[in-house]
């Protein structure tokens, strides 16, 4: 079991190819399958569309690919283009290969952390010891082989991912009904309970003589009603009413006009085409994110000013959050040592409803996070879920 960890672009025919740029874009099936009916065809003019059972302009979109990628080259012929093996540009992904499967690539510890939205390329893929004299010779069996084993990996990634979904979608539920329920009960008993305590402190400082012991019921009765005060925030952080109750739109200006108050921020809040409810999981999913950046602008970016634009155009809805503070290095941010949870939160967050989130941000120009959620036509009418 050989790992490749890697980035770059695909190589041309000066230089040798960068594996993993081209394993990203070998991975499609059709490609596959075409570029192993090229290889098979031993440089006799091939039609894409017979190869992989596609339609003549998805297939030629495929071939092309391969052409830029100097693994085929087109033909002109009387019917239109056909394509057969380009063998010196193979020749060179075989020798990739095998400078990759050798060991002759370069170090994992000397690789550095990549952008958001983009990750480490990691395959793990069983390969076949490399025959004698590969670097100088199109051996299509060896990269034949490769290709297949690449397929099933991919196949077996696309699987993993979709249980990584599932079980992160039911996490993440969990963790919402577990919010729920303790908001509920630190509103209904702790909050009930230290309310009765209030009143009973009132009426007692009322019928107390002494001074002495008035002053001691007064400070009593204003630590409670600061806990109080703290278990009512901590309720509504954790499950706020107004977004069960009465929608995404009052209880983000809720929270938005409570944020303000706590932290020395300005924080202006809009919305606009969201004359109806979204779904429920939409709205409790933008909710988060919502929260989440706050939450990051008053920890981290020492800012002023925060705008949250709510929009919704046709079947997409949009959440922009826009603060004028000191910014970040997403590099450094996104890194895997533990300080990117939050981005990575919200991206799971928005995956789960088939969302996608923009993040722009560079040290001293502020911070801008984009949540975007395509809704499904049935949801046009205003229908939840």
């Known amino acids: 079991m050989i790992t490749i960890l890697d980035k770059g672009s695909v190589g041309t025919k000066d230089r040798q190819p960068d594996a993993a740029a081209l394993f990203q874009l070998l991975a499609n099936p059709a490609r596959l399958v075409l570029l192993q009916a090229l290889i098979s065809a031993g ?12 339609s003549p302009n998805v297939a030629r979109k495929h071939a ?10 087109a033909v002109p012929g009387d019917d239109g283009y056909r394509y057969e093996v380009d063998s010196r540009g193979v020749t060179l992904l075989t020798g990739s290969l095998v400078q990759q499967f050798s060991g002759n690539a370069p170090k994992l510890d000397s690789l550095s ?16 010891a490399p025959p004698a004299r590969c670097l100088s ?19 077996e990634a696309r699987i993993y991912h979709g249980r990584l979904q599932q079980l992160s979608s039911q996490v993440l539920t969990a963790h919402e009904g577990e919010r729920k329920r303790i908001a509920r009960e630190l509103h209904d008993d702790t909050g009930q309970a230290l309310t009765s305590i209030l009143v009973r402190l009132r009426l007692l400082e009322k019928t107390v003589a002494d001074e002495g012991v008035r002053q001691n019921v007064e400070e009593l009765r204003e630590l409670t009603s600061n806990a109080l005060d703290s278990v009512r925030r901590m309720a509504v952080d954790l499950r706020p009413s107004a977004l069960d109750d009465l929608g995404l739109v009052p209880a983000l200006h809720s929270y938005a006009e409570k944020y303000s108050t706590a932290w020395p921020i300005k924080v202006t809040f809009s919305a606009e085409g969201l004359k109806k409810r979204l779904p429920t999981n939409v709205e409790l999913v933008l909710y988060r994110i919502v929260q989440e950046a706050l939450t990051n602008v008053a920890k981290h970016s020492g800012a002023s000013t925060v705008e949250i634009n709510l929009r919704r155009r046709s079947n997409t809805v949009t959440v922009a959050v826009y603060d ?4 970040f290095d997403i590099r450094e941010v996104t890194r895997t040592d533990g300080s990117g949870l939050g981005l990575f939160g919200m991206r799971e967050r928005l995956a789960l409803v088939g969302g996608a989130i923009d993040i722009e941000s560079a040290p001293g120009r502020g911070t801008t996070i984009i949540a975007r959620v395509p809704l499904q036509d049935r949801l046009n009418h205003g229908e939840g879920e």
């Open 43 to 54: 440089g006799a003019p091939v039609d894409p569309a017979e190869a992989t059972g596609q």
């Open 64 to 73: 092309r690919a391969l052409v830029g990628a100097g693994l085929a080259r």
């Open 137 to 155: 010779c199109g051996n299509s069996g060896f990269v034949t082989r490769v290709l297949d084993d690449l397929d099933r990996v991919l196949a």
């Open 324 to 327: 004028d503070g000191k910014g």
């Open 113 to 128: 952390g990549t952008p958001a939205g983009d990750a480490l390329n990691v395959y793990a893929v069983n390969v076949p």
